[in-house]
């Protein structure tokens, strides 16, 4: 190969690799949940989520009929059932986007604000599910509080967590979980999570 040739042969080698350095293959997920269970959802708007920035994972916008379905017909996935004007959930949401980014996984967004509220009887059909998750008040039993994440694989809980840690005390507006807060926090969606992958 003559001199001219081995130089045409590396700027063009170099060419490539420069227009290729930015490229970068899609990432497979870290983890898959596999729902035998067809959903009808929409991307959530999360945006009124104050404190959730940067990537986020697709978080799927769905009724609270069509999260009885993966109870009552073995569906698989992680629900999420919060409101963005809930100081807790807007704590809450970050963390679980930070570890469900780390599996690729999405996540089902109840909005527990929709209005116009279901009705009873599906309301008490979701409770016969997931009653076993609340939260136990004294003097009121088991209360339904939000934020509530919940693994389901073949419509069984594999794990659920209410609210955000027990050492912190939300009475301050803008007050935040610190560090180890957060990362006490993510590791129970993590186990969560764990607990519902294939």
Not at 88 to 116: D, F, M
Request: charge should be negative; aromatic fraction near 12%; include cysteine.
């Amino acid at each position: 190969m003559t001199k001219t040739k081995k130089q045409k042969l590396l700027l063009s080698t170099m060419l490539a690799v420069f227009l290729c350095a930015g490229c970068k293959a899609p990432a497979e997920p870290a983890a898959t949940i596999t729902n035998p269970v067809e959903i009808s959802y929409e991307v959530a708007d999360m945006s009124g989520y104050q404190y959730l920035s940067g990537e986020t994972v697709e978080f799927r916008e769905i009724t609270l009929e069509e999260s009885i379905r993966f109870f009552s017909e073995g569906g698989s996935g992680i629900l999420y059932y919060g409101k963005d004007d809930c100081y807790w959930c807007n704590r809450a949401v970050p963390e679980l986007n930070k570890v469900a980014l780390e599996y690729g996984i999405p996540i089902y967004y109840i909005n527990t604000a929709t209005y116009p509220m279901p009705s009873a009887e599906i309301v008490n059909k979701l409770v016969s599910y997931i009653e076993e998750t609340f939260m136990v008040v004294e003097g009121e039993g088991p209360v339904f509080y939000v934020p509530e994440v919940i693994g389901v694989k073949e419509g069984k809980i594999t794990g659920a967590h209410v609210s955000l840690v027990d050492s912190f005390e939300g009475t301050i507006k803008d007050k935040q979980l610190d560090d180890e807060q957060k990362k006490e926090l993510q590791g129970y969606y993590r186990e969560i999570i764990e607990a519902t992958v294939d």
